[in-house]
C-alpha cells in the first residue's frame, strides 16, 4: 500500500498486487487504485480500506506460544490512530485479551497521553491493556472480532492498576503480570480491505430494463386510436354505426372515417345504400 502524501494529507492510495487469474497461471503486477477496481473472470475488486496489521507474539503462562502472527488494527483517524484487540483463548492457565491503540508515529501530548503525529510508521507503538479469564468464545455465541467483552474477564494491565499500561515499540517484548505470560510486538506489516462483486445477472438485467423502457416509451408516444362498429337491424331496416376515439387530438381521424367508410361501402354494398352512420370523436 503506497499512500501519497503532502502536508499529512493523503492524495492518493495504490496498492501494488499480483493477480492469477486462476491457479495455473503466472502472477501478474497491477496496481489497485480507488475507483479503480481491477476485473478478474467478471469480478470487480474495489480498494476500499487500508491499515496497520501489527505481528504479534504471545506466550503463555506456560511459556508456549498461544498466538502469534499479524493482528489487523483499524483506523479511527487521518493519522492511523488505530483501535487494537487481540484475543488469545489457546492460552494456559488462562485465557488473555488485549486492547488498545496502535500509534504509527508515536508522540506524547500535553497531557500525557500517548497521540499519533503522522499516518506513516515512523515510531510505531502499541498502547494497550491487558486482561484474563474467560474470554466467552467457549459458548459458540458470535462475537465482533474488534470488541474485547471483559464482563468475565479480570484487568492485568490498565492505567488504574499499579502495573500500568502497556507500551511496545517494535522489537520489544513485554512480561505480563502475575506469570500470565508475554506479548511482543515484532513487526509492522501494512493491509488493504477489498470488496469483490460478482453479478452475473448484470447483463441481462440491463436487456430486460431496455427492453421495459423501450416499451414504455412506444406506449407513450405512438398514438392509439379507437373503433366502435355496431351492425343494427330493425324493422326490416340494416344499418351501421360506427365510431372513432383518439387520444387528445388526431386529425388523421377524418381520413380514417373515409377509410372505414370505403370498407362497409365494399362489404356490405346493402348497408350503405339503406343507411350508414358514423362519428369521429378527436
Known amino acids: 500500500m503506497n499512500p501519497s502524501r503532502t502536508s499529512g494529507g493523503p492524495l492518493d492510495f495504490t496498492a501494488h498486487v499480483q493477480v492469477r487469474k486462476d491457479a495455473q497461471s ?28 501489527p505481528v504479534i507474539t504471545v506466550r503463555d503462562g506456560k511459556g ?35 486492547q488498545g491503540f496502535l500509534l504509527p508515529t508515536a508522540l506524547v501530548d500535553e497531557n500525557g497521553f500517548g497521540i499519533s503525529g503522522d499516518p506513516n510508521a515512523i515510531n510505531p507503538q502499541l498502547h494497550l491493556n491487558s486482561f484474563y479469564g474467560n474470554l466467552g468464545l467457549d459458548n459458540g455465541n458470535p462475537q465482533n472480532v474488534f470488541v474485547l ?14 502495573a500500568g499500561g502497556i507500551i511496545l515499540e517494535a522489537g520489544q517484548t513485554y512480561q505480563l503480570p502475575d ?49 366502435w362498429i355496431k351492425l343494427k337491424h330493425q324493422d326490416g331496416k340494416r344499418s351501421i354505426e360506427y365510431a372513432l376515439l383518439a387520444r387528445g387530438e ?33
Open 64 to 98: 508456549n506460544v498461544a498466538y502469534s502472527g499479524p493482528a489487523v488494527s483499524v483506523p479511527q483517524d487521518s493519522v492511523y490512530t488505530s483501535m487494537f484487540v487481540l484475543k488469545v483463548p489457546d492460552a494456559v492457565p488462562d485465557q488473555l485479551g488485549f
Open 149 to 162: 467483552d471483559t464482563e468475565k474477564m479480570k484487568a492485568l494491565n490498565s492505567r488504574e492498576l499499579d
Open 179 to 227: 506469570g500470565k505470560g508475554s506479548i511482543s510486538f515484532d513487526d509492522l506489516k501494512r493491509y488493504v480491505a477489498l470488496d469483490v462483486n460478482y453479478d452475473p445477472g448484470k447483463l441481462p438485467i440491463g436487456i430486460f430494463a431496455a427492453l421495459a423502457l423501450l416499451g414504455l416509451g412506444v406506449s407513450l408516444f405512438t398514438p392509439r386510436r379507437r373503433v
Open 26 to 53: 503466472d502472477p501478474v503486477k497491477q496496481d489497485l487504485k480507488v475507483n479503480h477496481p481491477l476485473r478478474i473472470n467478471g469480478a470487480d475488486v474495489y480498494l476500499v480500506g487500508n491499515g496497520y496489521a
Open 250 to 282: 388526431d386529425p388523421r381521424l377524418e381520413r380514417e372515417a373515409a377509410e372505414l367508410q370505403k370498407i362497409f361501402d365494399k362489404a356490405w354494398p346493402l348497408a350503405s345504400q339503406e343507411q350508414n352512420q358514423g362519428a369521429v370523436n378527436g
